[in-house]
Structure formats: structure tokens, C-alpha cells
């Protein structure tokens, strides 16, 4: 595939693609573009890392090479942790939070599809389209239960079809391989960026909301000024959990 590929963008750019063998030597591949001089531009100057928000990330891909390149380009900034298949991933979200999780469609053991159903299936408190373990279905729900988590498919097949399993399984998108490192720093900065937005919406929301303008009975007034105050103070916060909430408020789920 990767060799089809290549030849068809060589064609496309006008060039030339050949291979020279050697019987128990091996093969060497080469090309040829014709490629216009370029002028030097200035660089952009580079965000500081220390301006830019360190995310927690979740790489899956049953591919070691594929899990230390997306690493290699991601770690300088963000926090990486690897998988090699779907159950270790749900393993690895049972013990700590993720802001993102990149996974991989199709793997051994459980793929990227089963994997992505469950985590969001566990968000609604619905049923799972795969059992678990008790353990890791107990550890699992009560870290994801009202939340969602990102989840962008890593996948070399971009056709239509593929594209819809993914979105059908409750992915976020998709970031086709082999990896680009402009475009996967770009798709993981356009996912902080979202991510911001609907923070300052949701602070906005809560700001506009005030109790004393609510006509309700003083034991409800204080129980949504205690609310609001706890929100507020906890938007930024994705550890917190429903039991965390259920524990402040003093209140059955």
C-alpha cells in the first residue's frame, strides 16, 4: 500500500520512481521531483511551551513504531501515555484521568470501535456493548460516569465508510497515518482550543445565574448557591467525579 501510494504522489508531482535490487542484497528505492528554489521566509516565532497547556494523552496503537513517533512528537509538550490494545487502554482510564485519547481502530484483544463504545457507554451510564471484569467496570464508571472524554480515531483507512464506524462508535474524529507532525500538533492544539471554548461558555453560563433573582424556597436557594459555587470552582478540574459533587453537596445520586 505504502508503495502504491508513494508512486502515485511521485506521479502527480512530475517526477520519477525506480527500484535497484541485488539478489541477497536487498532493495533500494528511489525518486526524483523537480522541485522549484524556494525562497527563504522568516520562522514563526514558536509559543513557548510554558504558554501552551499540557494535556494528559492517551496513545493506543497495538504498533510500537506508531506509539513512539506520536509520542516522540507529543511528549515535548504533553504528558503521553501509551497502549497497545483497547483493554489496556480502558485499564490504564480506570487508574487516572485523560484529557484525549488517540486510538488506534483496528488491534488484538479489543479494537479501537469496542474500546470507544464502551468509555462512552460508561459516560451515560448505559449498556455496555462488551462486558468487563466487575472490577474494571466498577473503577471505569465511576471515574467516566458525566463526563466525555476526547476520542480521535488513528486509522490509515480515511474512506467513508470507516469514517462512519468511527463516529457511530462515538469518536470525536479521526487523524489518519502515518502521522503528520504539523497536523497531529495542530488536531491535539485544535482539541485544547475547543476544550477552552466551552469552559469560558459554561464559566459565562454560570456567572449569568443568580440565585437571589430565583424565587424559591430558602433551603433551595442555598442549595443552588452552594451548587453554583461549587461548579464554579471545580470547571478546570477533570478529576472531578459525580461522587465528588454527591460527597459536597451532602446529597443522594
Not at 509520542?71 to 482510564?93: F, K, P, R, W, Y
Request: charged share 25%; glycine share 4%.
Amino acid at each position: 500500500l505504502g508503495l502504491s501510494i508513494s508512486n502515485q504522489l511521485v506521479d502527480l508531482m512530475g517526477g520519477r520512481i525506480w527500484v535497484e535490487s541485488k539478489e541477497m542484497v536487498g532493495s533500494a528505492f528511489h525518486f526524483i521531483l523537480p522541485l522549484p528554489a524556494s525562497i527563504a521566509e522568516p520562522v514563526a516565532e514558536k509559543i513557548a511551551p510554558s504558554e501552551i497547556t499540557s494535556l494528559r494523552i492517551l496513545v493506543v496503537d497495538d504498533n510500537e513504531v506508531n506509539r513512539d513517533v506520536a509520542s516522540m512528537i507529543l511528549e515535548q509538550i504533553h504528558e503521553v501515555t501509551t497502549a497497545n490494545d483497547g483493554l489496556e487502554s480502558l485499564s490504564l482510564m480506570a487508574s487516572r484521568p485523560f484529557d484525549i485519547v488517540l486510538m488506534d481502530v483496528r488491534m488484538p484483544k479489543m479494537d479501537g470501535l469496542t474500546a470507544a463504545g464502551i468509555i462512552r457507554a460508561l459516560e451515560l451510564d448505559q449498556r455496555l456493548p462488551q462486558p468487563l471484569s466487575e472490577p474494571l467496570y466498577t473503577d471505569l464508571s465511576t471515574r467516566l460516569r458525566g463526563g466525555h472524554v476526547q476520542i480521535h480515531a488513528l486509522t490509515a483507512h480515511a474512506m467513508d465508510e470507516d469514517l462512519k464506524m468511527c463516529l457511530a462508535a462515538g469518536m470525536d474524529g479521526y487523524i489518519t497515518k502515518p502521522f503528520s507532525p504539523v497536523l497531529l500538533e495542530a488536531r491535539v492544539e485544535n482539541i485544547l482550543e475547543q476544550r477552552k471554548r466551552l469552559q469560558d461558555r459554561y464559566r459565562r453560563h454560570l456567572l449569568e445565574l443568580e440565585p437571589s433573582k430565583v424565587e424559591m424556597a430558602s433551603q433551595d436557594e442555598i442549595f443552588l448557591a452552594k451548587l453554583l459555587n461549587f461548579m464554579e470552582n471545580n470547571i478546570d478540574n477533570s478529576e472531578l467525579t459525580v461522587e465528588d459533587m454527591v460527597s459536597e453537596m451532602a446529597y443522594g445520586r
